[in-house]
């Protein structure tokens, strides 16, 4: 619709903008015209959008019944964290591009076909939107001299990160990681902590129907795992005609991401892989014992798996996943909640010093499914302590400012302010499933009284509108504990 067939349909509209052009006039001296580029920033005389506007494909709203959901996640993650002595930290959305690719590995699923590429307006950066979060927390670390800091800097972070997947349940385009870095120290006890942190977040959150995969994917040592590669790279030729045309071309240059494959073809292929445990130097040999020996002693259950090699190219040595054993039936079911690994080369590789690190992340959505799937309950009480419901402008009056005494006292308060009609305002209130309203007209403020409702008995009472003592009377009736802001 144009300017003019818009002004015709709406005659309100029209009368408003000849207004607007009046004092525009004005405003710019009489008989001047408004420069043109102001005319375009004039909202008013643009036409409204016909469109259904829709999220992104792949990306979602959360609305607040499901955030109850997503609070109880973050918040479990962040005392876990918190009891592991983490500190919390973020990073930006949006990084040079060049980050990624260096660190998590060109031949890789994410940066090859999964990356979003943003463009600034100078043209001059290619930046792109964090696929995960690992490699910013490295650079971080290096950016930030962390190096001086007590060594290991342990770090906790959660926020979204993008994959240009092709979007299922359980699959985003925008999905949200919360996770743990640990950076500057290389023993197996670290390994062993990190998993045991994810371990500790999915059992607080209640959850059973998991099993935790671990392996180890060796170090750049030319007998370790880079001998292994060249027996894995002669499996795959033996066996070419079974892969995907994918998997073909990057057996040529990491042969590892076979195992990643989800064609069924290339996964009979990889499991008949020769084992990289079978082809660990002797300091990775000992190192993936110690992180058993010491998994055993904590007695956190855990499953040795061969195959597991992880998406990314930084890993070395330990890698681990957290793997959803809910019945087939379910869409989640051998999905991974999470995983991680030690990254012993990411740091150097960046530009830093050798800096051994070791990290974990989690996805809140598929955590969120999993925790629905298995029945755990996140209870709310969303509903208001009490209602404040009032009566003619002097009532509206002393309201407001009771509703802000009240909030300072620790309650939640509901209220219409907007509502004249006492009717309606309680109607609200019952909407809201409130237990208590109270109630002040122009009478209780003259008296300085306020009238006190139960909303299931319609039983009312009348209180001292003091604060001294209205707070604690509240308080009785609410029988719970409340938090006082201060
Ligand atoms: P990754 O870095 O690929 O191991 O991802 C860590 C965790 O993020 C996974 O275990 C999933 O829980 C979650 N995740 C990864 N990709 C997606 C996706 N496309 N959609 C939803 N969650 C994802």
């Not at 590995?105 to 090859?112: F, I, K, L």
């Not at 998994?295 to 959803?324: C, H, M, W």
């Not at 009717?423 to 309203?437: G, P």
Request: with cysteine.
């Amino acid at each position: 619709m144009n300017q003019k067939e818009q002004s015709k349909k709406d005659p309100d509209k029209e009368i408003q903008k000849s207004e607007d052009d009046k004092k525009n006039q004005h405003h710019h001296g009489r008989g001047m015209q408004k420069p043109p580029e102001e005319e375009e920033e004039d909202i008013r005389a643009r036409a409204p959008i016909a469109l259904v506007v829709k999220a992104p494909r792949g990306m979602q709203d959360v609305l607040w019944e499901d955030m109850r959901y997503w609070d109880v996640v973050n918040d479990t993650f962040k005392q876990v964290c918190t009891s592991f002595n983490m500190k919390h930290v973020s990073v930006p959305v949006v990084e040079e591009a060049a980050l990624f690719e260096r660190s998590i590995g060109e031949s890789t699923d994410v940066v090859e076909k999964e990356m979003f590429f943003v463009k600034d307006r100078s043209g001059s950066s290619r930046l792109a939107l964090r696929p995960e979060f690992t490699a910013g927390v490295a650079r971080a670390y290096l950016e930030n001299g962390m190096s001086s800091k007590p060594q290991p800097v342990k770090m906790w972070y959660s926020g979204p990160v993008f994959r240009h997947d092709r979007p299922q349940a359980g699959r985003y385009r925008q999905l949200t990681q919360f996770g743990a870095e640990v950076i500057g120290e290389g023993h197996s006890i670290i390994d062993v902590q990190v998993i045991h942190l994810a371990y500790e977040t999915y059992k607080a959150l209640q959850l059973d129907a998991f099993r935790i995969d671990v392996n180890t994917v060796g170090c750049m040592n030319k007998n370790c795992r880079p001998a292994y590669l060249n027996s894995i790279k002669r499996h795959a030729q033996d066996n070419t005609r079974k892969l995907c045309a994918d998997c073909r071309r990057r057996a040529k240059i990491n042969p590892l991401r076979i195992f990643d494959c989800k064609e069924e073809k290339c996964q009979m292929v990889a499991n008949t892989a020769p084992k990289i445990t079978d082809h660990l130097c002797e300091d990775c040999k000992n190192h993936y014992q110690n992180v058993i020996r010491y998994l055993q002693d904590l007695g956190i259950p855990f499953k040795e798996n061969p195959r597991l090699v992880r998406g990314l190219d930084y890993y070395t040595r330990t890698a681990f996943e957290i793997i959803s054993t809910l019945p087939s039936t379910d869409p989640l079911s051998g999905m991974a909640l999470g995983g991680g690994g030690r990254y012993d080369d990411l740091i150097h590789l960046l530009g830093g010093p050798p800096t051994p690190a070791i990290g974990f992340s989690g996805g809140i959505e598929r955590t969120i499914m999993q925790m629905k799937s298995e029945g755990v309950e996140v209870k709310v009480d969303d509903a208001p302590d009490v209602f404040l419901a009032h009566l003619g402008d002097l009532g509206r009056r002393r309201s407001v400012k009771l509703l802000d005494d009240l909030r300072r006292a620790g309650f939640k308060v509901g209220e219409a302010f907007h509502k004249d009609g006492i009717k309606s305002q309680l109607r609200n209130a019952d909407r809201m499933r409130v237990q208590w309203t109270l109630i002040l007209g122009q009478k209780e403020a003259l008296d300085n009284t306020i009238i006190l409702r139960n909303m299931e008995s319609g039983m009312q009472e009348i209180l001292d509108l003091n604060l001294d003592s209205l707070v604690p009377a509240l308080k009785k009736r609410l029988r719970h504990e409340i938090q006082v802001i201060h």
